[in-house]
């Protein structure tokens, strides 16, 4: 029989674990280390168990700690759905929802929907985070809703789609200034361009006109792990980016890109709201997930900042 182990101290081992270390968790959920350290040790020793495994980055659930973790969240997301039912009578629904993205398109994506959700459900805090596509489907974090773009792989977690995203070419009119605007994939060919890595292997350039499609193979003047940066680089004019419509929507709007043979583009993307069973049930959770795949082309259509000087006037 386990020894003695109070709610607390799975309420702590829960923090940690979606913090993904001691520390991050004593900053995000404003706890003491030796706190938490504390409340974790004591149920280990209750359980007779080894719930993480410490390593240099951080720590990493043990099968155990999986298990444990699928278990005492349903527990603490019943109390939460209860509360939410209490307040959904009053028609005010607060909290604090966990997101996280893919990161293909994370800081883009869960920023834009964190930010329309937000400003419609001002009662609503949010812990949002970026991982490898294959730790978070793994289970190596926890969370109520997960942004995945493409088709997630088989798991028991639910999804929805939310909507579509299409790549294009782009360069920025200093390039094209440069080096002339590309009539034909063949010059593409000939430019350089900024290649996204993805798991270390470089992303094709894929795009279709009509029932013709071709895989173009620019040389890769600069390899990145992370579209952000392919953006700056294409608009700082240095090459030719092969990105989605939403991502550069601003700066084509700006005048900072410019469509590259636009009527040839990539295949259709998928992106999907992928979220656990046990979270199926939460009015909170079920809001956010409703209102992303209803207002997806809405809240994709905006970076989410307003990169503009406001002049608030004088005296």
Known sequence: MSDQYELKDIRCFLSIARAGSISRAAATYNIPKATLSHHLRRLEDALHVELFVRKAKGLELTDAGKEFLDHASIIFDSCENAVSAAQRAHSTISGRIRIVASSA?????????????????????????????????????????????????????????????????????????????????????????????????????????????????????????????????????????????????????????????????????????????HRHRNPRIMKLVDSMCSQFDEFVRSPGYRAVRIDYGQG
């Open 105 to 277: 398109f994370g800081t883009s994506l869960i920023g834009a929907a964190a930010h329309y959700f937000a400003v419609h459900n001002p009662q609503i805090d949010f812990d949002l985070q970026m991982y490898p596509n294959d730790k978070i489907i793994a289970g190596q974090f926890d969370f109520d809703c997960m942004i995945f773009v493409g088709d997630p792989p088989t798991s028991s977690l639910l999804r929805r789609k939310m909507g579509n995203v299409s790549f294009g070419l782009y360069a920025s009119p200093l390039f094209i200034e440069q080096n002339g605007m590309p009539a034909t994939l063949e010059e593409v060919n000939g430019c350089n361009g900024v290649v996204y890595m993805r798991n270390g292997l470089p992303e094709r350039w894929h795009v279709r006109n009509g029932k013709r499609s071709v895989n173009l193979n620019p040389h890769a003047r600069f390899n990145v792990n992370e579209y952000w940066m392919a953006k700056y680089f294409a608009v700082e004019g240095l090459v030719i980016g092969y990105l989605p419509d939403f991502f550069v929507r601003y700066e084509v709007e700006q005048g900072g890109l410019v469509p590259i043979l636009p009527e040839w583009r990539s295949d259709d993307a998928p992106v999907y709201a992928v979220y656990p069973q």
